[in-house]
């Protein structure tokens, strides 16, 4: 459970991805736009129970419990640049926007359920949740965040030190057209 609170800079990119389009939102009706994930068919019921015992056995919620009250204050200081002569009313009225949204972040683990839903067969997240309750799934869950976080941080250095061996080949390459870089 306390795994993905070790994800929670990716989550916050997540979440700061969709905080910054809150402004555009709320200005704008709701249709479909363009280049939109298409609407996820339907999955049974049983289907949806699994996606959401998996979400809640992985604490996927803490991604977004955060996601009213980031989304509010993102409007409100969008709100506050627009309208500078609102900045006191808008900071008394954002508590009440939060208070009045509250528990809206549900709706991205409903949607997310639908969505493992769809891309899962019923059997297959029943599987999927047996083996997240297993010795090996317990393990998967509070283990592979900090492996994610050791290969990344991997990756980077190697690209570092990669980045010196390329350097040195332009270099080279370009000494041999008698220029030095």
């Given at each position: 459970m306390k795994s993905v609170l070790k994800f929670l800079p990716a989550a916050t990119l997540v979440v700061g991805l969709?905080?910054?389009?809150?402004?555009?939102?709320?200005?704008?009706?709701?249709?479909?736009?363009?280049?939109?994930?298409?609407?996820?068919?339907?999955?049974?019921?049983?289907?949806?129970?699994?996606?959401?015992?998996?979400?809640?056995?992985?604490?996927a919620n803490a991604m977004y419990a955060g996601a009213v009250p980031g989304l509010v204050e993102k409007t409100k200081i969008a709100l506050t640049q627009q309208n500078l002569n609102y900045q006191k009313d808008l900071n008394e009225v954002a508590p009440i926007v939060a208070q009045q949204l509250q528990g809206r972040q549900n709706e991205?683990?409903?949607?997310?359920?639908?969505?493992?839903?769809?891309?899962?067969?019923?059997?297959?997240?029943?599987?999927?949740?047996?083996?997240?309750?297993?010795p090996l799934g317990k393990k998967l869950i509070d283990a592979e965040p900090r492996a994610i976080g050791l290969s990344m941080a991997f990756m980077n250095s190697w690209a570092q030190n990669f980045s010196e061996t390329v350097m040195g080949a332009f270099r080279a390459e370009m000494r041999k057209r008698g220029k030095e870089i």
């Open positions: 969709a905080l910054t389009a809150a402004p555009v939102v709320a200005q704008q009706p709701a249709q479909p736009k363009a280049g939109a994930a298409p609407a996820q068919p339907k999955a049974s019921p049983a289907a949806i129970a699994a996606a959401r015992e998996i979400l809640q056995i992985k604490n991205i683990g409903e949607g997310m359920a639908q969505i493992y839903a769809s891309e899962f067969t019923e059997q297959e997240l029943k599987d999927l949740v047996t083996f997240y309750k297993s």
